[in-house]
């Protein structure tokens, strides 16, 4: 984190229970959770009287003693805060070198089958191999990119499968492709319509109600397990 003085320094800290901060905002998404920080610090700063202190403004004898006695939980919670702050700030910049906005777009794409406006689409092997050839790119997140082509494209060709290998450099892997089967992944495709894996095939079925309840583009598609609950919470399921 920085200090008052603008220098980065090493802090430890314990993300569990009985920091309140965490409690809140550790399921939350990213965007969510920044927002959620920087809304509360704002709140924080402006009624805590040992802020008031702390930004050097004059205050009166009887706010001043309030003040002193606020302040070790005021330091405390301003470490707090900025805990989370670095950790969001952090969070975003790996978001940025690794590429995850290419990426998740791409792969919401091809979970989905449709785009974030509900137009269907198929995704091109042209722009799955650009994706792949992005410098930098992680090995795992190439694998996924292809494994995720491999369960949601359908009449991809062993010469498409092996070209997606050569730009992705995934050939040491080639044992985990091939094993996709064993989650019911079938490689050997008669048809397009044997072609799409059970595995994303309800997210498309569910996209006309999933499209008014999302509220980022890149969080689209939603496991089977979370629409099934939903269904559950909400009588929606079959007798």
Not at 15 to 34: G, Q
Not at 107 to 121: F, P, R
Not at 139 to 156: K, P
Request: hydrophobic share 40%; glycine share 4%.
């Amino acid at each position: 984190v920085q200090n008052k003085q603008g220098e980065e320094i090493d802090e430890e800290a314990a993300l569990n229970e009985n920091d309140s901060r965490w409690v809140i905002l550790r399921h939350m998404h990213i965007a969510d959770a920044s927002q959620r920080i920087h809304d509360d610090l704002k709140a924080f700063t402006q009624d805590n009287r040992a802020a008031d202190v702390a930004r050097g403004e004059e205050v009166d004898l009887s706010s001043l003693a309030d003040a002193l006695r606020a302040m070790p939980q005021y330091k405390d919670l301003m470490r707090k805060y900025s805990l989370h702050v670095d950790l969001t700030k952090k969070c975003m910049a790996k978001y940025d070198t690794n590429h995850l906005e290419a990426l998740s777009t791409l792969e919401q794409n091809m979970a989905c089958g449709e785009d974030s406006d509900g137009k269907t689409i198929k995704t091109s092997l042209a722009s799955i191999s650009e994706a792949l050839r992005i410098p930098g790119l992680r090995m795992e997140d190439r694998l996924r990119l292809v494994m995720l082509a491999l369960i949601t494209q359908e009449g991809i060709k062993e010469a498409d499968v092996e070209k997606l290998i050569a730009d992705g450099a995934l050939n040491q892997h080639r044992e985990a492709l091939a094993n996709l089967p064993c989650l019911n992944v079938p490689l050997d495709r008669p048809s397009a319509a044997a072609a799409r894996s059970s595995f994303f095939s309800f997210a498309k079925s569910r996209s006309k109600r999933r499209s008014t309840d999302v509220s980022y583009e890149l969080a689209r598609y939603r496991p089977r397990i979370q629409e099934v609950m939903t269904d559950a919470i909400e009588g929606r399921l079959d007798p």
